[in-house]
């Protein structure tokens, strides 16, 4: 009974409660767009009493677009008809004329003019150092690598990017280092490999680039490997040219070619000094043991190689052929460019990246004709450069004239590249042999010409030859045999004023220039001297001048007026210059041309004197007048117009 109660309370709580629902919805005005909640029951079939969700949209508000008989009144009205295709007809108007505009400025503007691929041995400065004459680090009076690496700051300051180091290999100092004993250690009196890859790894982190005096002509007598030829041992009988008798061939002194052996009982040739014999290069066996040296020092950071004695490479196979000149038979022999083009393929082999190209150049003497010299490129398989020793040869006595003819002798082209050598170690120094001025428009032209300059080292300040020899000398071979002594062209670097210049804490090892204490690095860069551009200065304008692309790779014309030479470079799409040297004792008035038989410039600017630092100078009309060249002075106009 008492369950029965208890059942007809709760319905009467339930009825109790949905009727309170109701009243609450009934005074909630809510909107009919959104959703609600209700309970089963009330207008809604519900079995379970379940809350169900009811969405009512809003009929206050709808939107329909047009229907398809209200659209065909527009398709066939004839307004609507010639809108679509007045519109439709301008679409493809203005698609067309916008296609032929771009056709006709592709056509019509101007190309980027022609930039050849040039390498970095095309376009940098070399920077040659004798290294035992460069720089000291230990106090032994020998220059040495070390010190060159202490010197980085000293290159980036002339802006050059490539040094080109004399023969550093173990040698038996035998007129200087070509006497090789071992092609794979450092001399130690110049350093130790681990100095030497320092000095590399240095290099490349500032982009800079070495290159080694290669010898594959010759070896000294005290190599191990002439020394196993001596006694015959298997694999190496024919490392060398032996003969049975001299045929009469003359060496590059007018010597014997021929050295007789007492230990094979035999001859060798050497073609140079007979302290110097010739390796057989037609020998498999030598090319190999060649090939390894080559990779050895690649893989030490070197960029490339200069090949000595390049001329000397081959001869002729038959050792009993007489001629008479011998130099026929063992000089720029036929079977030189095979050797050649061997190790020209090692080296691009090598070169895996831009900016990481191998290099193989080689200098021959300035006698040289052209021919002799352009068939040493091959067919793109020979030498990348061919640096001529012409100004190296030359002194005061070559007036521009002269110096126009030796130049189209010498002159090479983009695929034929050219360097130009002002001095070296076995010739006296620019400044000796021209006097102070001459020298510095001896400089101008070399590092304006086509190709690539090679500064020796000191030539940039104007150093001169010492005024004596070491005693005894220590070039001591070329004295015994009647040669000029070169110690004066290989005196130490004069960096500053103190009693070793610099160089050395103690006393060099070749007697120091008399003038190191009033020309040096110190001084030059402390004050000009007879109040003109000092040397130092000069070479640095060159070598930024020369980024200029018609110094870089444009055309050359040569070109003489009385006593001044003229040189004319343009690539074309860029300005063009005119590099105007008088050799003469007077001032000269020239008119500003583009080259012989062309037309005058009619405005110019000038970019460089050698007689004074030029800056932002203004443009200078130069149409129907004279250009006054003063006398022993350089001069270099920019065309504008």
Known sequence: MSDENTNNDEKLQLKENLESADNVNAEVDLDDSKAKFINGGKGVDTADGDVRVEIASSSDTSFTGLGKDDLMKYATDPFWVRLRWILFILFWVGWVAMLAAAIVIIVLAPRCPHRPDLKWYNKEVGYQVLTESFQDSNGDGVGDIKGIESRMKYFDELGVKSLWLNSIFKSDNVDGNNGVIDYMEIDPKLGTMEEFQSLTKMMFKKEMRLILDFIPNHTSRNHTWFQKSQTGEAGFEDF??????????????????????????????????????????????????????????????????????????????????????????????????????????ILNSLSDKPGREKVLIATFPGKFSQNDTMEYFGSDDGFNVIPSRLFSELDRTCDAGCLERQIK???????????????????????????????KLMQTVQLLLPGTGYVYYGDEIGMKDGDYDASPPVDSYRKENGGTIRDRFRTPMQWDNTEFAGFSSVKPYIPLSA???????????????????????????????????????????????????????????????????????????????????????????????????????????????????????????????
């Open 409 to 439: 002798n010498q002159v090479g082209s983009n695929d034929k590249w050219r360097g130009w050598i002002l001095g070296n170690q076995n010739t006296a120094r620019a400044a000796t042999r021209f006097g102070m001025k001459l020298s």
């Open 240 to 345: 060398y040219i032996w003969a049975d008798t001299d045929n009469g061939w003359k060496d590059s002194y007018g010597k014997s070619a021929w050295e007789f052996d007492t230990v094979r009982n035999k001859y060798y040739l050497h073609q140079t000094a007979k302290e110097f014999p010739d390796l057989n290069l037609r020998n498999e066996k030598v090319l190999d043991e060649l090939e390894k040296i080559m990779r050895f020092w690649i893989s030490k950071g070197v960029y490339g190689f200069n090949i000595l004695d390049a001329q000397y490479l081959t001869e002729n196979e038959n050792l009993t052929a007489q001629a008479a000149d011998s130099t026929v038979e063992t000089m720029n022999y036929k079977d030189n460019m095979e050797v050649i083009s061997k190790w020209r393929a």
């Open 515 to 641: 003038d190191h204490a009033g020309k040096s690095v110190a001084t030059e860069k402390a004050h000009d001297f007879d109040g003109s551009y000092n040397n130092l200065d000069l070479f640095k304008a060159l070598v930024k001048l020369r980024e200029e692309e018609s110094f870089s790779f444009g055309d050359l014309k040569v070109s003489v007026i009385d006593t001044v030479l003229l040189l004319n470079r343009k690539a074309t799409g860029f300005p063009g210059y005119m590099v105007a040297v008088n050799l003469g004792a007077d001032k000269k008035a020239i008119a500003v041309t583009a080259g012989p038989d062309t037309e005058a410039p009619s405005v110019v600017q000038l970019v460089f004197h050698s007689g004074k630092e030029v800056k932002e100078d203004e443009p200078i009309n130069v149409k129907d007048q004279l250009a006054t060249i003063p006398p022993q002075t350089a001069v270099v106009f920019k065309f504008i117009s």
